[in-house]
């Protein structure tokens, strides 16, 4: 099984000024370099043939070159326990175009739908039950900005889940014109 989605990958800067915020907040998994992107879709586990039939249906797409920058920070949270802090993504329309028509490639491949709206984001750190409380992290970063940065490629990711958090492989790499 392949445990695969599909993102950007910001430039060097944008990497570093994250990095540069990661802390402060008591038992939180920060992502390292490697693992900072904004994800277009995340698509889950599926076997070999459906990831090569994904693969496909990706290079097929009419792809617009979205500029993104980055635009203040937040945590998501479930039932009230906050899981995830983020870096927001001011989107332009390439980049709502591009997840668009990622999702209606992904289709085209079998792949059901995501129900949850679009929110473009940077994970920042995974958090556990222990953590330390995040709203300084949230208030220090709430006004995070950044230059706009265009970007030329878009990434079909595998997953891979250890001891040390999750490894990301580039599958594939689609130049966007």
Same mark, same amino acid.
């Given at each position: 099984m392949?445990r695969?989605?599909? =993102?950007l990958?910001?430039p060097?800067?944008m990497? #570093?000024q994250?990095?540069g915020?990661?802390?402060g ?6 992502q390292s370099d ?10 889950g586990?599926?076997? !070999?043939r ?6 496909l #249906? ?9 500029t993104?920058?980055?635009? !203040?920070? !937040?945590?998501f949270d479930?039932?009230?326990q906050v899981?995830t802090?983020?870096a927001? /993504? =001011? =989107?332009?329309d390439?980049?709502k175009l591009l997840?668009?028509?990622v ?5 085209r491949a079998?792949? =059901? ?5 679009y ?5 920042? #750190?995974?958090l ?5 409380p /995040?709203?300084?992290? /949230?208030?220090r970063a ?5 230059p706009?940065?265009t970007i ?12 040390? !958090? ?9 130049p966007?014109?």
């Open positions: 392949h695969l989605f599909v =993102a990958r910001p060097y800067a990497r #570093a994250l990095i915020l990661m802390g907040v008591q038992n939180a998994r920060w490697d693992q900072l992107h904004l994800t277009l879709r995340f698509i586990e599926v076997d !070999g459906k990831a090569d039939d994904i693969a #249906a990706l290079h097929a797409i009419d792809r617009p070159r979205p993104i920058a980055l635009a !203040g920070a !937040g945590s479930r039932r009230g899981h802090l983020w927001g /993504v =001011a =989107a332009d390439a980049l997840h668009d028509r999702e209606r490639a992904l289709a079998g792949v =059901a739908p995501d129900e949850r709206a929110k473009p984001h940077i994970t920042m #750190a995974r556990s039950r222990d953590a330390g /995040v709203e300084p992290f /949230v208030a709430a006004g995070l900005t950044s706009p940065a030329d490629a878009f990434i079909l990711f595998e997953s891979s889940l250890g001891s040390e !958090g999750a490894a990301y492989h580039a599958v594939a790499r689609y966007l014109t």
